[in-house]
């Protein structure tokens, strides 16, 4: 084998040596973090339990991590549980998935039209800025003491942030592949499919996250109003009635739920993007 060849050979086997060893560090590390994360929670629940037991805080009204266990194993044992839980997801699910779609529809009428942008932006800013909470009569005088007003509350509080954030995310798109396309003689369509979207790929996958959170308080906020059944009717009902333990409970539930909720948009994000490379 020749000098060349000799010094290739090692020289690749140098760079695989270091790509691997670069992998192990990276996967230790998320290893680390993880674990530094869970100790963190660990840690917080047992704080919390030793301050109610040592009378540091007011139980009554802090609850403690062994009355909320037992609460959630009542809520369990008579299955209603599940049914506030499925209630509050699928009205959450709806409203995430209807402003995401209807507020990326609109942000790209307003880039494909300057003239519509132009005319809506101040009116956009100004409903962004209003406090949906002031609407809720409103919408339940509109769309009726149910679902549907939960529904509108959420999309409410979603929509114009996703309108927003996306429309922010195709003006940026570089004006130069934009230019290049037009020399080639592609129109506004194409212009959109092959250069604007893929390019703003990442600031609708950031408006998706957003909105993961955004959707559940409004869904929350809503049943605070209307509604009969769902995590936020149990929240609202614990506090009526001085069962903090309910009230605990859910809202444990609930960021337990929007954190799945949200971990499964980032994987839906990870496979779009590993599908693309």
Request: aromatic residues 10%; proline residues 3%.
């Amino acid at each position: 084998m020749s000098p060349k060849r000799i010094m290739k050979s090692e020289n690749e086997k140098t760079f695989s040596n270091e790509h691997e060893q670069f992998i192990k560090n990276v996967r230790k590390r998320k290893i680390i973090v993880w674990c530094t994360q869970l100790i963190v929670l660990i840690l917080f629940f047992a704080f919390w339990e030793i301050a109610a037991n040592l009378k540091w805080i007011d139980s009554f009204l802090t609850s403690q991590p062994s009355r909320v266990w037992n609460t959630f194993l009542k809520l369990h044992g008579d299955g209603s549980l599940y049914q506030h839980i499925g209630i509050t997801v699928g009205e959450t699910v709806a409203g995430f998935v209807s402003g995401t779609i209807l507020g990326t529809l609109i942000a790209i009428v307003l880039w494909w039209s300057d003239f519509i942008s132009e005319v809506l932006d101040p009116y956009l800013v100004i409903l962004n800025s209003l406090p949906k909470v002031a609407l809720g009569p409103i919408f339940i005088v509109w769309a009726g003491a149910g679902v549907t007003a939960i529904l509108t509350m959420a999309l409410s509080i979603s929509i114009f942030t996703t309108i927003i954030g996306v429309y922010s995310g195709l003006r940026e798109v570089d004006k130069e592949k934009i230019t290049l396309l037009e020399t080639f003689g592609a129109n506004k369509r194409q212009i959109l499919q092959k250069v604007v979207l893929p390019a703003s790929f990442p600031t609708i996958m950031n408006a998706l996250k957003i909105n993961v959170g955004l959707s559940w308080v409004g869904v929350i906020m809503g049943e605070f109003l209307v509604s009969k059944a769902g995590l936020g009717y149990l929240i609202v009902y614990g506090s009526q009635v001085f069962q903090l333990d309910l009230v605990m409970t859910s809202v444990i539930i609930l960021a337990v739920a929007a954190a799945i909720m949200y971990l499964g948009v980032a994987y839906i994000e990870k496979v779009v993007l590993k599908h693309r490379s």
